[in-house]
């Protein structure tokens, strides 16, 4: 039902996710590999997270704290805004994790920039020009991001990144 003449599976909310969570840690100030590690994860993050978690992160911020410092990191955590993530680091990179598995840039580029059949460039940037359009208070904030960033639009994104897809195949 999903596949496309000469493109494979089509893009789906999965990679919606991890590209608009890779756009927001680029312009909220990680590194483009970083990024891409920290969208990746946070797309298995939502992932599990719809199947339901055993127990919650514990490691919350307070507001006045997340907009001082709204990225702040220790050796095994890492907070973007009011998000936390597991990190780890490899050959002097840092990259998330999360159930003992570490997303790299390159499993990104594997699991998500694959599924655009070489479009992945037209959508990276327009992922980047909408989320340019938000406050900063929006994209440090996990649930407004979510809310209004990412839910109003999953399903339009998917289906034109899909037909963007099929058309470059």
Known sequence: ???????????GRF????????????????SESMAKSWGLNRAIFY?????????KPEMVRTKERMFRKPIEETKTVYHLGD?????AVRRGQTYFTIGGQVQTDTDFERQIEARFAGM?????????????????????????????????RRDTLAEKWTTLSAEAA
């Open 1 to 11: 039902m999903y596949w496309l003449i000469g493109v494979g599976v089509r893009v």
């Open 15 to 30: 990679q919606v996710m991890a590209t608009l969570q890779a756009a927001r840690a680029l312009i909220l100030g990680m």
């Open 47 to 55: 992932a599990a997270a719809k199947q339901g978690f055993r127990k």
């Open 83 to 87: 998000e936390m993530a597991f990190k």
């Open 120 to 152: 992945f460039e037209k959508a990276w940037k327009e992922a980047s020009a909408l989320l340019k359009k938000y406050d900063r208070d929006v994209l440090l904030s996990q649930r407004s991001f979510y809310e209004l960033v990412y839910k109003p």
